[in-house]
């Protein structure tokens, strides 16, 4: 009987933890999910991206050709409606700026996105 209640009492724990376990992981998603593809025949760095509301523009790693990175946001409380740009400077210095979107809302996925 002893035995019983144990093994009742570690399955009641075990579910709990799962419980907990998954609350906190389904709201430590990213709202916004972003995914870049490397389609090009060299390497990708010094990619950045911006949008209002946000204090840094968030650097993206080197990606390597032919593979994709995938980056995730969750916007502060100031943001409702939003635009997103991705850019980058070429050796000369000059920018060059790609709109992801024109109007964002939090919980958007914006995928596939090509360079």
Known sequence: MQRSKKVVGIAILSLILMGL?????????????ITIYNHTNCDISNLKIAYHHNEKDLEIPTIQKGSKYRVGITPNEEFIENS??????????????????DI????????????
Do not use: V
């Open 84 to 101: 997103m740009w991705i850019f980058c400077f070429d050796k000369e210095g000059n920018k060059h700026e790609k709109q992801l979107l």
């Open 21 to 33: 376990f998954f609350i906190i992981y389904y709201f430590h998603q990213p709202q916004i999910s």
């Open 104 to 115: 964002l809302r939090k919980d958007t996925a914006l995928t596939p996105m090509s360079l």
